[in-house]
């Protein structure tokens, strides 16, 4: 079993950056492929971006694609996500998941462990 925590999260004005970290526990993060999803008041989960086991190949939402990167570091078992040029519409709480594949996926359905969130507000 792995669980996640979030960090990092917190108020920027636009044009500003965070970074949100994600520390997994488990022996089996190394082999997980983790994504980050978010969610706005009265919308649905959407998701951000994801990352493979290795951390050889990434993937994002067309929405942040340009300013958000996704990394990861199996031997702190950590995986971030660093978002520059934030929007207000970047306003979400921020969720870490992680899948028990090699490989991520743009379904929330198809991940198996999730974080607590952790909220994101950007002021204009």
């Known amino acids: 079993q792995v669980q996640l925590v979030e960090s990092g999260g917190g108020l920027v004005q636009a044009g500003g950056s965070l970074r949100l970290s994600c520390a997994a526990s488990?022996?089996?993060?190394?082999?997980?492929?983790m994504g980050w999803f978010r969610q706005a008041p009265g919308l649905e989960r959407e998701f951000v971006a994801s990352?493979?086991?290795?951390?050889?190949?990434?993937y994002y939402a067309d929405s942040v694609k340009g300013r958000f990167t996704i990394s990861r570091d199996n031997a702190k078992n950590t995986v971030y996500l660093q978002m520059n040029s934030l929007k207000p519409e970047d306003t979400a709480v921020y969720y870490c998941?992680?899948?028990?594949?090699?490989?991520?996926?743009?379904?929330?359905?198809?991940?198996?462990?999730w974080g607590q969130g952790t909220q994101v507000t950007v002021s204009s």
């Open positions: 998941a992680g899948r028990r594949s090699s490989y991520g996926s743009v379904k929330r359905d198809e991940y198996n462990y």
């Open positions: 488990g022996r089996t993060f190394s082999s997980n492929a």
């Open positions: 990352i493979t086991w290795s951390g050889g190949s990434t």
